[in-house]
């Protein structure tokens, strides 16, 4: 079955402390993975896809297929960061499976 | 100012109505999505179209409807057949390829009353 598995619903750090959204996919084919943030009052986003290999806003996410994981990553966190985070899995296009999301709390 | 508008923001219906969400994009894409979100579970997706005049059941489409006869809009009735219809409704649009950037909606958060 095709699933994506967010395991934290609340995650509170301190600022400068670092971060890791874990994210877990089960997919048979080879995947697209990509992570959403929805900041308070505003839409939900892109934040960063896999194939791009980029850093976004501090953030990074590496694939490992061995594992089926596509944990999120900041080395020190900002206040601005807590957010919800969403990490979601193309079927198709933008055919997305979502994790139950992960609330980031950063606390001053 | 481009993106997707989605009305109402707030919308109330009654029980055993029917009730219409409007989506409208003006970033000239192709596939456009209805997701559903309720607390813990994410987002789930309720009917997608790649393309005008044609769509797709998503996971949870039973109790839902769409059309899409123009290419900028995709309007969602919730029907009285939908059993539990209070939820956050987000639309969404992207072009239709892989890796590709869904663009959401501000959605509209539907109560029954």
């Known amino acids: 079955a095709q699933r994506v598995t967010q395991p934290e619903k609340l995650l509170s750090v301190f600022k400068g402390a670092p971060v890791e959204l874990k994210c877990n996919y089960s997919?048979?084919?080879?995947?697209?993975l990509f992570w959403y943030v929805q900041y308070s009052r505003q839409r939900l986003q892109l934040l960063l896809r896999?194939?791009s290999r980029e850093s976004i806003k501090g953030f990074t996410a590496d694939l490992n297929k061995g594992e089926t994981s596509f944990h999120l990553k900041k080395p020190f966190a900002q206040e601005e960061d807590s957010a919800m985070y969403y990490c979601?899995?193309?079927?198709?296009?933008?055919?997305?499976?979502f994790g139950q999301g992960t609330e980031l709390s950063v606390k001053p | 100012d481009g993106g997707i508008t989605q009305s109402p923001k707030y919308l109330f219906r009654k029980e055993g109505q029917n009730v219409t969400l409007s989506c409208e994009q003006n970033?000239?894409?192709?596939?456009m999505y209805w997701y559903r979100q309720d607390p813990g579970q994410g987002l789930r997706l309720i009917y997608y179209?790649?393309?005008?005049?044609?769509?797709q059941k998503g996971d949870i489409a039973e109790g839902y409807s769409v059309s899409r006869e123009k290419k900028e809009s995709f309007p969602l009735t919730v029907t009285s057949a939908q059993k539990n219809p209070t939820a956050f409704y987000l639309c969404?649009?992207?072009?239709?390829?892989?890796?590709?950037?869904?663009?959401f909606g501000q959605g509209t958060r539907l109560t029954v009353v």
């Open positions: 969404a649009s992207s072009m239709w390829r892989d890796n590709t950037e869904a663009f």
């Open positions: 997919y048979s084919g080879s995947p697209e």
């Open positions: 896999h194939i």
């Open positions: 979601a899995l193309s079927r198709q296009g933008g055919k997305l499976i």
């Open positions: 970033l000239n894409h192709d596939a």
């Open positions: 179209s790649q393309i005008v005049n044609d769509f």
